[in-house]
């Protein structure tokens, strides 16, 4: 069983800057590819970025120039570096693992709000 924590969430001001983190813990030792995925308020979830176990990354139109997804190489974990913050940011962001079978798992969210 593998469970996923995310962090890092909170409020910024237009313009502004947060870093949010995911960890796997549970049997797990690699995976296919992880991700970030998010909900605004009374929309649907859309994916915001992925990474492979290899390293390639993709991006959803509106984050590109903006947020940088990352892996951490000493465990299962990745990152979301998110600068220039606009309030349409503002949302749930879920981390997601699939494995390399395509097995998903998810975290419980953490809220991102983005307001002056």
């Known amino acids: 069983q593998v469970q996923l924590v995310e962090s890092g969430g909170g409020l910024a001001q237009p313009g502004g800057s947060l870093r949010l983190s995911c960890a796997a813990s549970?049997?797990?030792?690699?995976?296919?590819?992880m991700g970030w995925y998010r909900q605004p308020p009374g929309k649907e979830r859309e994916l915001v970025a992925t990474?492979?176990?290899?390293?390639?990354?993709n991006y959803t139109d509106s984050v590109k120039g903006r947020f940088t997804i990352a892996k951490d190489n000493s465990k299962i974990a990745m990152y979301l570096q998110m600068n220039g913050l606009k309030p349409e940011d503002t949302a749930i962001y879920y981390c997601?693992?699939?494995?390399?079978?395509?097995?998903?798992?998810w975290g419980q969210g953490t809220q991102v709000t983005v307001s002056s």
């Open positions: 997601y693992l699939l494995t390399q079978l395509r097995k998903p798992y």
């Open positions: 549970g049997s797990i030792f690699r995976f296919g590819t």
């Open positions: 990474i492979t176990s290899g390293g390639d990354t």
